[in-house]
């Protein structure tokens, strides 16, 4: 089945400490994203790439990097200058281009982080 | 700049009740208009979309119609289940507007619960 799939499902950080989420997608998706979910505060994308290596900052990109060696993967990695990094993370991934009506995001299960 | 704006929650509904979440969108020209549902624990889904002025999108006995004059799209059913408890979310594309990427902008999201 195709899909996008995030582990790990939960993950703790220690402070000081780099963590790194995964994200790969068999839909042969072009773009895929980075999504930062915490309570009534929506969705705030944090990086995106539109083709294989190449990425671009999203609105809340500090503290955050990427990497996209892969159409398939979209490794997000949680660095020590992100302070606050409790939160519900979301990959997706989408064509680009093309009618509006194909544009549609997919997401991933989501991975949750906490600090200890 | 491209923002939605959705109704705050949370919404408790009894089954069979019906169910209206408002979304109001602001954007240049005519953005494709989407809800996502987000059921507890998981990514998001897509639910519905709609690509232009007066287009209902409908899924699942959900409806959502583009109202270009009021810049709106909001969200109804006429009987909801207890199954439909989840988190929705309102959210425009950039896709054609100056984009070929479809950056998604997402509401706040609404949380509903319904009782048996």
């Known amino acids: 089945d195709g899909g996008i799939t995030q582990s790990p499902k939960y993950l703790f950080r220690k402070e000081g400490q780099n963590v790194t989420l995964s994200c790969e997608q068999n839909l042969n998706h072009d773009a895929m994203y980075w999504y930062r979910q915490d309570p009534g505060q929506g969705l705030r994308l944090i990086y995106y790439?539109?083709?294989?290596?190449?990425?671009q900052k999203g609105d809340i990109a500090e503290g955050y990097s990427v990497s996209r060696e892969k159409k398939e993967s979209f490794p997000l990695t949680v660095t020590s200058a992100q302070k606050n990094p409790t939160a519900f993370y979301l990959c997706a991934s989408s064509n680009t281009g093309g009618p509006s009506f194909k544009n549609i995001q997919y997401f991933g299960a989501g991975t949750r982080l906490s600090v200890l | 700049g491209d923002s939605v704006t959705q109704m705050e929650g949370p919404v408790t509904l009894s089954e069979e009740a019906f169910l209206t979440i408002n979304c109001t969108y602001t954007?240049?020209?005519?953005?494709?208009l989407f809800w996502y549902v987000q059921y507890p624990g998981e990514g998001l889904q897509l639910l519905l979309k709609?690509?232009?002025?007066?287009d209902k999108g409908s899924n699942k006995g959900f409806e959502a119609t583009y109202r270009k004059e009021t810049t709106s799209f909001h969200l109804e059913k006429g009987s909801v289940q207890v199954s439909d408890s989840a988190v929705y979310f309102c959210a425009l594309s950039d896709l054609g507007r100056g984009s070929t990427l479809g950056r998604l902008y997402f509401g706040r999201g609404t949380q509903l619960t319904v009782w048996p």
């Open positions: 954007a240049t020209g005519y953005p494709s």
């Open positions: 790439s539109q083709i294989v290596n190449d990425f």
């Open positions: 709609a690509t232009k002025a007066d």
